[in-house]
């Protein structure tokens, strides 16, 4: 099997909404760098946005001491990230859907579906405090 | 329609107010938070308010935005308004599509479909 060329990883330590900036440059450069497309790099990107928000605002709730880890590793076939809060997490498998009559005109509440509807896959953790993404490249290189 | 803003242009044409956004990312959680408040004031300054957002140039657009948009369509309603959603590129409209947002809001092609039969 041929190994994956040119991989770019990136570790970040983030524990509020500010400081978010440094890691999605990072993640927009590299996604630059390995040439991905316009759509892989918008599926990326929003779930990155997704869950990192997530971690901050709801798995540490929102609580500077609490650091939020992104693991950020891109190369020519595949992007992963997995991000970790040190809150109590929460059951991953029974988010409540935000399409239904009830949920959607609510304010929050898409991110998880959001992650789920661009990524090939979202994996977390039982404790339900860590999210392993991955998008595989849909096409070729762009020229 | 008084006031300048920090993350919106305002242009009134034809009784209708549309609104664009200063940038093109929207993900910013702060930056949210202030666009957000930017409309609801429009909105709220403006009697029976006929709105068209405009999403010309924007390139990304976070579940938080999202959130904004639906607080904005109530704040709308609440002032017997009407809001339209315009030229909101193939990548973002996947992202109402995933939510079903797309059957909440009116979404016109671009700014000229949304002024029309307002």
Known sequence: MTEPLNEATGSFCIRELEEIERARMWLKNALDAHQYGRHDTFAIRTAFEEAVTNAITHGNRGDPAKRVTVELAVNDAKVEMVITDEGPGFDAGHVEDPTTRENIMRESGRGVMLMRGFMDTVRFNDTGNRVHLVKHRSGHLRP | ?118
Do not use: C, H, W
């Open chain 2, 1 to 118: 329609m008084g006031g300048s803003y920090e993350r919106i242009t305002v242009e009134v044409k034809g009784g209708v107010t549309i609104v664009r956004f200063k940038e093109s990312d929207i993900l910013d959680q702060i930056n949210i938070q202030e666009i957000g408040e930017e409309m609801y004031t429009v909105v709220e300054s403006t009697p029976n308010v006929k709105l068209v957002v405009d999403f010309q140039g924007v390139e990304y657009l976070s579940s938080t935005a999202l959130g904004k948009l639906i607080t904005l369509k109530k704040k709308v309603e609440a002032a017997k308004g009407q809001l339209r959603l315009a030229a909101i590129k193939p990548e973002i409209m996947e992202v109402f599509r995933i939510t079903r947002l797309d059957t909440i809001f009116e979404i016109k092609k671009n700014v000229a479909e949304a002024l029309e039969r307002f």
